[in-house]
Each structure stands twice: as structure tokens, then as C-alpha cells.
């Protein structure tokens, strides 16, 4: 087994760490947090107010 093979396995077993530790934060997010309050238009005022430029 050559050093690629061996990144390759790395490489992998971190995207499934990420997938993993991506998935557990969804369930907390979603047991944790009220869905009409994570689709509020907050966000988007925010973002409107972000976008606004002056010259």
C-alpha cells in the first residue's frame, strides 16, 4: 500500500466524519429550534440591510 491509497482511505474516512458530525448537528438544530422560527423573514432583513451600498 502506497502513500496515495492511504491518503485516499483518509480522505474518505474525513468526509464521512463531516457527513456524520453534519447529521448530528440537523437533529440538534431541529429538536432544538422551532421551525417557524428558522424560516422567520429575520434573516432576510438582515441580508437586505447587509446588501444596501452607498456612493
Given at each position: 500500500?502506497?502513500?496515495?491509497n492511504?491518503?485516499?482511505?483518509?480522505?474518505?474516512?474525513?468526509?464521512?466524519?463531516?457527513?456524520?458530525?453534519?447529521?448530528?448537528?440537523?437533529?440538534?438544530?431541529?429538536?432544538?429550534?422551532?421551525?417557524?422560527?428558522?424560516?422567520?423573514?429575520?434573516?432576510?432583513?438582515i441580508?437586505?440591510?447587509?446588501?444596501?451600498?452607498?456612493?
Open positions: 500500500m502506497d502513500i496515495w492511504i491518503l485516499e482511505y483518509a480522505a474518505w474516512a474525513l468526509s464521512a466524519l463531516f457527513g456524520a458530525l453534519m447529521l448530528i448537528d440537523l437533529v440538534k438544530v431541529d429538536t432544538t429550534f422551532d421551525n417557524d422560527l428558522l424560516t422567520s423573514s429575520r434573516e432576510g432583513e441580508e437586505a440591510t447587509a446588501e444596501r451600498h452607498t456612493i
